[in-house]
C-alpha cells in the first residue's frame, strides 16, 4: 500500500480531503472505475471535483486512463501496479487483469518501421472477448 499524503505531496499536489478520499477509492479498486463509480466511493465529493482530480492525478502521472470501449474513460491507479492490461468480456462487461504483454518487439517493429518516430515511451492494450459464462450461453 501506498502511503496517500506521500504520493500527493511527492506530485505537487495540496493534501486535500477530497484528494485522499480519491485515491483511497481507486487503491482499493479491483478493476479500472468510471468518474461514476469513483464518486460513489467517495460519499460525497461532487462530481466535477472527482473528473478535475481524476484528470489532474492523469496529467502527474498518478492515475492512467483507460479505454475499455464503453464511451466514457475509465481509471486506475498507476503507483504500486506492474505493467498489466485488461481482458474484457464484451457481453457481461468483466473485467479481468493480465501481465507479461511483451510488447517490445512490438515496440522495435514499430520504430524500425516508423520514419517519424525515435523512441517508444508507453504502450497501452486492451483485449475484447467472452467470459468463460458468456462463451457457453
Ligand atoms: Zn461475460
Ligand atoms: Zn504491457
Redesign the pocket.
Known amino acids: 500500500m501506498i502511503v496517500i499524503a506521500d504520493a500527493l505531496k511527492k506530485r505537487g499536489f495540496r493534501v486535500t480531503a477530497p484528494r485522499v478520499s480519491i485515491f483511497n477509492v481507486l487503491q482499493k479498486a479491483s478493476y479500472p472505475m468510471s468518474v461514476q463509480e469513483v464518486k460513489m466511493g467517495t460519499k460525497g465529493v461532487d462530481t466535477v471535483t472527482v473528473y478535475r482530480t481524476l484528470e489532474a492525478f492523469k496529467q502527474a502521472g498518478l492515475v492512467v486512463q483507460v479505454d475499455l470501449q464503453r464511451g466514457h474513460a475509465l481509471y486506475e491507479l498507476k503507483e504500486g501496479k506492474s ?3 485488461h481482458i474484457v468480456c464484451m457481453s457481461c462487461k468483466k473485467i479481468e487483469d493480465f ?1 507479461g ?3 517490445q518487439p512490438i515496440a522495435q517493429q514499430a520504430l524500425k518501421k516508423s520514419k517519424g518516430f525515435a523512441k517508444i515511451i508507453s ?1 497501452s ?1 486492451e483485449l475484447f472477448g467472452l467470459c468463460a459464462l458468456c462463451a457457453t450461453k
Do not use: A, F, I, K
Request: charged share 20%; net charge negative; hydrophobic share 10%.
Open positions: 505493467d498489466h492490461h501481465t504483454c511483451d510488447y504502450h492494450l
